[in-house]
């Protein structure tokens, strides 16, 4: 089956850094995406990985280990606006339709 | 920029009615994604459309379905509103391109509420 997991919540403080962990199992694999998502808006790309590694842009870098299933996104230098919905989703690797599974989201809360 | 635009932001119908859900996207992508989002839940496929016409069943279809009549536009259509219907409703769309890799676009949603 299909499973994507990740925290539901996390809280962490202005400036602090944070990690956030998704857990994979698909039965097939052809990428993994995180988007940010804040209350009332529509989802938006933050960064993708389709090999073994860290991939860093600015203040957010995403890891992926293809052989643990496993990948998380870092927030360095928190701001207050960071506070949103983070979501890991893995691209089903089965057709080239390019379909996107979901995780349930973590909602992050940024505090002062 | 890519956009993509629901017709409706927020939206209240009463049980059994006929509800029709509209997505435009500008950037003659071919590949559009109906999802719907609950909390506790996150993001789940109902259908998706990989060309005009052509249209596949996506993981919770039963009481939705969609019509793709041109490349631009992607509807979302409830036959019989029911309360358990009650959710966020998202559009995205994807080139099949070298570009597709970076993934979806997002429309805004639509709030869909059923009385």
């Known amino acids: 089956g299909q499973n994507i997991d990740q925290p539901t919540e996390m809280t962490a403080t202005e400036g602090a850094i944070v990690q956030i962990n998704c857990t994979y199992q698909t039965s097939g694999f052809n990428g993994l995406f995180w988007y940010q998502q804040h209350a009332g808006e529509a989802p938006t790309f933050l960064s993708y990985n389709v090999l073994d590694g860290l991939e860093e842009k600015g203040r957010f870098s995403s890891f992926l280990s293809r052989s643990k299933g496993y990948s998380y996104l870092l927030l360095k230098e928190l701001q207050m606006k960071d506070s949103a919905s983070y979501l890991c989703?893995?691209?089903?690797?089965?057709?080239?339709?390019?379909?996107?599974?979901f995780g349930q989201g973590t909602t992050l809360q940024v505090k002062p | 920029d890519v956009k993509v635009t629901q017709s409706s932001r927020y939206l209240v119908k009463r049980t059994g009615e006929k509800v029709f859900l509209e997505c435009v996207q500008d950037?003659?992508?071919?590949?559009m994604f109906w999802y719907r989002q609950d909390p506790g839940l996150g993001l789940r496929l109902i259908y998706f459309?990989?060309?005009?016409?052509?249209?596949e069943k996506g993981d919770i279809p039963e009481g939705y379905s969609v019509s793709r009549e041109k490349k631009e536009r992607f509807s979302l259509i409830l036959e019989s509103a029911s309360t358990n219907q009650t959710s966020m409703y998202l559009c995205a769309s994807r080139s099949n391109g070298a570009r597709g890799w970076y993934g979806y676009t997002f429309g805004s949603g639509t709030r869909l509420t059923v009385v």
């Open positions: 950037m003659d992508h071919e590949n």
């Open positions: 459309s990989y060309d005009v016409k052509m249209k």
């Open positions: 989703a893995v691209r089903d690797g089965s057709s080239n339709t390019g379909k996107l599974i």
